[in-house]
C-alpha cells in the first residue's frame, strides 16, 4: 500500500527543489543513488538546474529545458538522469532512452521529461 496522493505530492515538492545537479546515467543508479554508470566521456558535465514543476498525482517533473551541450564523443544510450544537490543523492528518473553520439549538436531533456514519483 502506498502513500496518499498528497503526501506523495508534498514529499516530492520538499524534496526536489532549487537548484540541483542533473547527472547523465547508461545504467541506472539504485533509489539510493549506489550503482549506476554515469556519462563520463566526451565533454559531458553534470547540468545545474533549478526549475522544477508542483508535483501533481505523486510525480514531479522538470520546468524548462535542461542542456547538456554538445558531446565531443559518443554518450551511449542514456536510460536514466539522477538529480543531486552536492553530494546528497535526490532521485532518478528513469523515464527515457535516448542514444546520444558524436554527431549530435546538442543534449537536451525536454520540459516535463523527467518524472519523479514517491510512492
Same mark, same amino acid.
Given at each position: 500500500?502506498? $502513500?496518499?496522493?498528497?503526501?506523495?505530492?508534498?514529499?516530492?515538492?520538499?524534496? /526536489?527543489?532549487? *537548484?540541483?545537479?542533473? *547527472?547523465?546515467?547508461?545504467?541506472?543508479?539504485?533509489? #539510493?543513488?549506489?550503482?549506476? %554508470? #554515469?556519462?563520463?566521456?566526451?565533454? $559531458? *558535465?553534470?547540468?545545474?538546474?533549478?526549475?522544477?514543476?508542483?508535483?501533481?498525482?505523486?510525480?514531479?517533473?522538470?520546468?524548462?529545458? /535542461?542542456?547538456?551541450?554538445?558531446? =565531443?564523443?559518443?554518450?551511449?544510450? /542514456? &536510460?536514466?538522469a539522477g538529480v543531486w544537490d552536492g553530494a546528497t543523492f535526490k532521485g532518478v528518473s528513469t523515464?527515457?532512452? %535516448?542514444? &546520444?553520439?558524436?554527431?549530435? =549538436?546538442? &543534449?537536451?531533456?525536454?520540459?516535463?521529461?523527467?518524472?519523479?514519483?514517491?510512492?
Open positions: 500500500m502506498g $502513500y496518499p496522493v498528497a503526501a506523495r505530492n508534498s514529499f516530492l515538492d520538499a524534496h /526536489i527543489t532549487g *537548484a540541483l545537479t542533473v *547527472a547523465l546515467y547508461t545504467s541506472a543508479p539504485n533509489d #539510493e543513488g549506489v550503482g549506476g %554508470t #554515469e556519462v563520463t566521456d566526451g565533454s $559531458y *558535465a553534470r547540468v545545474s538546474h533549478s526549475s522544477w514543476n508542483a508535483a501533481a498525482a505523486g510525480v514531479l517533473t522538470n520546468n524548462g529545458i /535542461i542542456d547538456f551541450g554538445d558531446p =565531443t564523443a559518443d554518450w551511449g544510450t /542514456i &536510460v536514466a523515464a527515457f532512452s %535516448t542514444a &546520444v553520439g558524436s554527431s549530435a =549538436t546538442s &543534449v537536451t531533456i525536454a520540459s516535463g521529461a523527467l518524472s519523479f514519483n514517491f510512492s
